[in-house]
């Protein structure tokens, strides 16, 4: 059961451009979400997160989007730099269930010059 | 912020040895460790939560016997994978949670 699903793989955009890498969940006892963001060979960093209370969170070039009734997020970048290629994973966590995490499969973003 | 140290980064073993890898948190001290695995282009699966002076707790499906995880003190978790065999070659990564989720830089895993 993946209850968590991001559904592109993989997306390419340029320079300056905004990229929009997007999250479908089933789970409605999630209530956070997360976005990581992982380069090959590496931990997954930090980037972002909102809480279900909230449907928007903006930290700098970065923005979360999240409806609830559809059960979807999106993570907004813009303006998206070459050093934003990277895979992107979102996750939901649900207090209840001891801090643990669920996670996406993954989106590679290519930012190209 | 918190940093969350992870030992090696890359080994190689022989089918039928075992392996430890270390996951430390050096600024901070968590009572609780995660440890994922990944397999290529699939996501972060959680293997187990570490608990410090007590077991780990299983996820469905992950052997406990065989995935030997020891939360011995505050800042350290280990994860021993027992008679490694070709099928265990993954990227593991560990966590701990310090004011959000902090994680390891992971541990490249191949048993040949």
């Known amino acids: 059961d993946q209850q968590v699903k991001q559904n592109s793989p993989s997306l390419s955009v340029q320079e300056g451009r905004i990229s929009i890498l997007n999250c479908d969940y089933t789970n409605s006892m999630f209530d956070y979400f997360l976005w990581y963001k992982k380069y090959p060979a590496e931990g997954p960093t930090f980037l972002i997160s909102i809480s279900s209370i909230k449907d928007k969170n903006e930290d700098g070039r970065f923005t979360v989007f999240l409806n609830k009734s559809a059960k979807h997020l999106s993570l907004h970048i813009v303006p998206s730099q070459p050093g934003d290629s990277a895979v992107y994973f979102c996750?939901?966590?649900?207090?209840?269930?001891?801090?643990?995490?669920?996670f996406g499969e993954g989106t590679q973003l290519t930012v190209n010059p | 912020g918190a940093v969350v140290s992870q030992h090696p980064s890359r080994v190689i073993c022989k089918s039928g040895t075992s392996v430890k890898i270390e996951c430390r948190s050096l600024?901070?001290?968590?009572?609780?460790m995660f440890w994922y695995r990944q397999f290529p282009k699939q996501s972060l699966m959680l293997m187990a939560t570490s608990n410090e002076g007590s077991k780990a707790t299983y996820e469905q499906g992950v052997e406990k016997d065989k995935f030997l995880i020891n939360h011995a003190s505050l800042t350290l978790s280990t994860l021993t994978v027992t008679s490694a065999h070709p099928e265990d070659s993954s990227f593991y990564i560990c966590?701990?949670?310090?004011?959000?989720?902090?994680f390891g830089s992971g541990t490249r895993l191949t048993v040949v």
């Open positions: 996750a939901g966590g649900d207090g209840t269930s001891g801090s643990r995490l669920t």
């Open positions: 600024d901070f001290q968590a009572t609780t």
């Open positions: 966590s701990a949670l310090k004011d959000g989720y902090t």
